[in-house]
Nanobody, 115 residues
Framework: QVQLVESGGGLVQPGGSLRLSCAAS????????MGWYRQAPGKQRDLVATITKDGSPNYANSVKGRFTISRDIAKNTVYLQMDSLKSEDTAVYYC?????????WGKGTLVTVSS
């Protein structure tokens, strides 16, 4: 079982920045991948960004050039730096770990982009 604790959500104005953190209860090097998904009201949960065991990032087209995923192996933590935020980035952001054939999810953190 993998437990995930997210932090860093909140209210930000358009054009602003936020950084999300997700701490895992195990070595992130044992995970196939780790990253972030988001779900806006009335919509499905979509991939935002993930990073594989070997450190390769993958981004949704909608966030390329604005969001950056990174990790701290010693802290078993993944970060999502979100810059140039837009109103359409408003959603609940969920941390995800994919290990073997199982997905693990955090409880989610709300990001609201509004003036």
């Amino acid at each position: 079982q993998v437990q995930l604790v997210e932090s860093g959500g909140g209210l930000v104005q358009p054009g602003g920045s936020l950084r999300l953190s997700c701490a895992a209860s195990g070595s992130i090097l044992s995970f196939n991948s780790m990253g972030w998904y988001r779900q806006a009201p009335g919509k499905q949960r979509d991939l935002v960004a993930t990073i594989t065991k070997d450190g390769s990032p993958n981004y949704a087209n909608s966030v390329k050039g604005r969001f950056t995923i990174s990790r701290d192996i010693a802290k078993n933590t993944v970060y999502l730096q979100m810059d140039s935020l837009k109103s359409e980035d408003t959603a609940v952001y969920y941390c995800n770990v994919y290990k073997w054939t199982t997905d693990y999810w955090g409880k989610g953190t709300l990001v609201t982009v509004s003036s």
